[in-house]
C-alpha cells in the first residue's frame, strides 16, 4: 500500500479528498460516456474502464493528484488502430477496443519493468502539441453528424469536412438545437462559473429536453438503453491469434502518446506540490490502469489533464480522490444508467466537442512559429524554425494520413531536423570585448576586437561524424587567411566528440601545421579530452589550454610549441 494513503486518512485530508472525488465524478461521468463514442463503442464501456483505471492506477503510479481514465486523444487513437482491423460499428469492435487496451498495459508494464520511462522524450513538446492540435480538429468534425443530426462521411479530415458542409441542408432542427444549446451552455459555464461541471450540466439538459420535448420521436439519437451492473471479467474475444500482432504494433503508439499526455500531467501537479514523478512508476501504473480496464471490457485509459486540475482544484491530497471517483462510478453503474438512456447524441456531441475544442491551440502554435530570429535563419536556414515545422508536420500528418502515422510523421521530422541543424552548427569567430576578459562572437558584438595573426572560434555543437568535415571545411577556411599564424578552437561549448570528429581534429592540426599554422584547443570537458586521447589525437590534446587568454598568449611570438606543456595532461 503506498505510503501515502495512510498519512491522507486523516479528518481534513480525508475531506477534502472525498470532495474532490465528487467534484471529480461530475465531470468524469460524461465525459467517459462521450470519450467511449470517440472510441466507437457504446457509451458505458467510458465507465468499465473508469472504474478499473481509478482502483489500479495509485498502486503502481507515483502521483497524488493524477486521474486516469477515457481520453479524447487516446480513444481516436483507439478507434483509427481497431478501425483498421476489424470494420466500424460491427459486433467485434468493441472485443477488439478492450484487447487494445490489454495491448497497451501489457506493454506499458513491460516498459516499466524495463526502465524505458525516457521513452516519453521522443515526442517532444511541439510534435505533441501539433498532434493533439490535429486530434482534436478530428474529433470535432467526427462530431458535428451527431451535433446537426445528419449522415457522416468517410476518409481523412478534409472528406469528412466536406461531407458535414455539404449535408448541412439535411439538418435536424432539433438535433441541432439540442446540441449547440448544450455546446452554449457548457462554454458559457466554463467562463462565468468554472466551478460548475458544465459537461454534467449539459448532459442534464440533454435529458431534461429529450423528456418534455419527446426528442427521440422528433429524429433525435438518443443513447438508449444501457444494462446496469458491472462488466464481468473476461479475456476479449478476438477473431484470429493473427490480429494480436496488429493490436500490439498500434498499442505501441497509443502507449507512448498516452504516457506522454498523462506524465506532462503529473509532472506539472507534482512541482506545485513539492514531491517527485518516476516516469517508470508511471508506466507501471498506466499498464496496470489498461489491463485492468481490457479484462473489464473498458478501452484505453490515460492520464487526464483537465480532470487532474480539477482533482487539484477541489482539494485533493491524495489518490484517495481517485478511489472516491470510482466509488461513484460503481453507484452509477449499478443505479443510475437508466437516466443515461435518454441523452441525446447531439448533447453528448456537444460535450465532446466542448472538451476538445480549447485543445486547437493556435496561440500555441503562433508562439511556436515565433521562436526565430535573422541570425538563427542565417545559420540554420529553414530548419531555424524546426519546432513549428515539427508541430505543423505532426497536425497536417493526422489530418492527412490519420493518428498513428501523424504522429510518426512528427516524430521523424524532428529527428530529421535536429540533425539538419546539429550537421550545420554555428561557428563563430570570437572577439575580446575590450577591458574585459571575455570572448564573444563578433557577428553580434561588432564592438570587439580579434587579435592580430590569430583567430580565435567556437564551435557551439557536438562533433561527431554528421558535422566533422563541415567543421573542418570552415576551420581551414578561416585559419587560411592571409596572416594567420595560430587557429584557437574554444571547445567549452563542446560537450561531446566522436572518433570521426577526434580524427578530423588530428587531420585538420596536421595540415594547419603543414602550412605553419598551429592548432590550439582550449576547454576542459572529460568526455571530449578522454576520447580525444583514446582516438590518437595526442597532438591536439597535448595543446589543451585552460582559457582562451591562455592560448592566444602561447601564441605570441618566441613562446612556441613548448607554451601548450603546462597545459598538456588536464
Known sequence: MPAWVFGSLRGASLRRDLMAGLTVWA?????????????????VIGLYAAIPALLLYPVLGSSRHLVVGPMSATAALSAGVVGGIVSNGSGEFPAYTAGLALAVGALAVL???LRLGFLANFVS???????????????????????FGIEGGDGDFFQKLWAVVTSLGDTNGWSALTGLGCLALVLVLRRVAPLVPGSLAAVVLGIVLATLLDLEDRGVDVVGHIDAGLAAPAVPDLNAASDIPLLLSGAAGVMLIGFAEGLGAAKNYARRDGYRIDANRELAGLGAANLGSGFLQGMVVNGSLSKTAVNAGAGARSQVSGWTVAALTVLTLLILTPLFAQLPEPALAAVVIAAVIEL???????????????????????????DFICALGALLGVLVFGTLPGLLIGVVLSVVLLLARSARPHIAVLGRVAGQDQWVDRAREPGSTPVDGVVVVRVESGLYFANSDTVQDRLLELAGADGVRALVLDAATVPFVDVTAAGMLRDTAAELRGDGVRLLVVGDVGQVRDVLRRAGAAAVVDRLYPSIDAAVAATSPGEGEAAGDGAAGR
Open 27 to 43: 465531470v468524469l461521468i460524461p465525459e467517459s460516456l462521450a470519450y467511449a463514442s470517440i472510441a466507437g463503442v457504446p457509451p
Open 125 to 147: 513538446e511541439p510534435v505533441l502539441k501539433g498532434f493533439i492540435v490535429g486530434m482534436a480538429l478530428v474529433i470535432i468534425v467526427g462530431q458535428l453528424p451527431k451535433l
Open 111 to 113: 516498459a516499466g519493468l
Open 360 to 386: 486547437v491551440d493556435v496561440g500555441g502554435l503562433r508562439r511556436l512559429y515565433e521562436v526565430n530570429t535573422a541570425a538563427l535563419a542565417s545559420i540554420y536556414g529553414r530548419a531555424a524554425r524546426a
